[in-house]
């Protein structure tokens, strides 16, 4: 047979150049991985959560401190004050910290004007301080957020003079509202199912008087039955209304701390649990004067020394008349 030695030469002409394409392409997509890759390591390499006992956050007119003492977090305000810590939150955030890619470079800082436009040498620029047990500390800036759902974040790291851009949404959980980051409940773990009897004394403008909330266990019920008393006798009224008002009073949520004395003594409501285990839990309730604060009322209580701020329709919620239990 005889063969055509130009069909020959043109065929392995075009599987040279097949080979050459793949090896050109193989290259490439391993350069991309070997990108990818480099993009996606940990900003701070062997940075653990359990490390970090201090962050500071400010930005041109504020600053803050979260640290941690023991297993509790606390929120220290600039004039020393300080605010029990939301520990879900803050852990949180630690896990989406210690996670932080390296990203890309996009920018560099030595142009001003460029860096204002990823948020950067702006009075909202926040920067974050980051103190570890080894006494280590570490600096990120905070430039501006973007992306789907604010995932992508502009960052400077230390002292470098680079803008990187991450694929996380630390920027936007860096909050620079401390009460964002401190604990928003009065009560600390308080089960409805522990609790004997509430006895509530009100001297609100919108009710006076003094009623008993008794809790008793059932076995039809795993959340027992509610009972109404006023000077000693029962009244009638729906047992699921009794638990829901207890159950309001447990999950009531701050409007502020508020620090330094009572402006007001005279006391307005309060409100007594007395738990199944014989531990007596009580807020009192007191007018707020103060114009510039965020809430109407100041509750205090007898198991810590924290006084919080309260707004109107929270306080409304939970100091009711018994008549609307009927």
Not at 203 to 220: A, E, L, M, Q, R
């Amino acid at each position: 047979m005889k063969i055509d030695r130009n069909k020959v030469i043109i065929g392995l002409g075009a599987l040279a150049i097949l080979q050459i394409c793949i090896l050109i392409f193989g290259s490439l997509f391993s350069s991309q991985n070997i990108k990818n890759t480099q993009i996606k390591k940990p900003l701070i390499k062997n940075l653990k959560k359990e490390s970090i006992t201090f962050l500071s956050i400010k930005d041109s007119k504020d600053i803050f401190y979260i640290e941690k003492d023991g297993e509790n977090w606390f929120i220290k305000k600039e004039d020393g004050n300080k605010m029990p810590g939301d520990k879900f939150r803050i852990e949180s955030y630690l896990d989406t910290l210690i996670n932080i890619p390296k990203g890309v470079v996009v920018s560099n800082t030595e142009d001003e004007a460029v860096a204002k436009e990823f948020g950067f040498f702006l009075p909202s620029t926040q920067i974050l301080t980051i103190n570890t047990k080894e006494n280590r500390e570490y600096k990120i800036e905070f430039g501006s957020a973007g992306g789907a759902k604010n995932s992508t974040s502009y960052i400077m790291f230390g002292k470098e003079k680079s803008i990187r851009e991450i694929n996380s949404p630390i920027a936007k959980l860096t909050s620079i509202i401390e009460l964002e980051w401190a604990k928003k409940d009065i009560f600390n773990d308080l089960n409805p199912i522990d609790v004997g009897s509430v006895e509530i004394t009100s001297n609100f403008p919108w009710y006076k008087g003094t009623y008993k909330i008794v809790h008793k266990d059932t076995t039809s019920d795993i959340k027992g039955e509610y009972i109404l008393e006023v000077n000693g006798n029962s009244l009638p009224a729906k047992s699921e209304n009794l638990g829901l008002l207890i159950e309001n009073i447990i999950g009531i949520k701050i409007a502020d701390y508020k620090f330094g004395d009572l402006p007001d003594n005279f006391k307005l409501g309060s409100i007594k649990f007395i738990l199944k285990n014989g531990t007596s839990l009580i807020l009192d309730f007191y007018n707020n004067n103060a114009k510039d604060d965020v809430g109407n009322f100041i509750v205090t209580t007898n198991f810590n020394n924290y006084k919080y701020l309260l707004h109107e329709d929270a306080v409304q919620n939970i100091f009711k008349d018994y008549k609307d239990f009927e």
